[in-house]
C-alpha cells in the first residue's frame, strides 16, 4: 500500500463527494491557526511546538478523529506536501489503509523570491480556506 498524491483541487472534490472524507491539516497549531487552513480542515499535527518533535500520539488521535475507522478515507495536507506525504506513511505503518497526500500542500513552493502562495498551493488554486 502507498499513500497516494492528488491535487489541491482533487482533494476539495473528494471532500465535497464523500462527507466522511477527513481532510486533517498535520501542520503546527501555531501554522494551522496564523498562516490559515482550509475550511473544514482538523487540525492534528504531526511534529508541533515546542520542541517540534514527532506527536507520539499522532495515531491515536487520527483513529479517534475516524472513529478507530482505519479503512477510512483520509486526505492529508501540510505546507507543501512533504510533512502530510511522511505522516501518511507513518499512519499506513499503523494499519490505516486510505491515505491521499496533497500535493503543493497549502502554500505550495517557494518561488524565486522566497515566498509561497505564488506557484502552487491549496491558497494559489483559491480553494475554500480561513485563519483566525
Known sequence: MTVKSISPQTAWQ??????RTLLIDVR???????????KTALNIAWIDEPDWDINPHFAAEIAHACQNDK?????????????????????????FSCIY???????GELDDQHQRSTVGGWRFHQLPWEQC
Open 71 to 95: 479503512t477510512r478515507e483520509l486526505i492529508l495536507i501540510c505546507r507543501s506536501g512533504v510533512r502530510s506525504l511522511e505522516a501518511g506513511n507513518y499512519l499506513l505503518r499503523q494499519g
Open 14 to 19: 473528494r471532500c465535497q463527494e464523500n462527507p
Open 28 to 38: 503546527s497549531s501555531m501554522e494551522f491557526l496564523f498562516v490559515g487552513h482550509p
Open 101 to 107: 497526500n496533497v500535493l503543493e500542500g497549502f502554500e
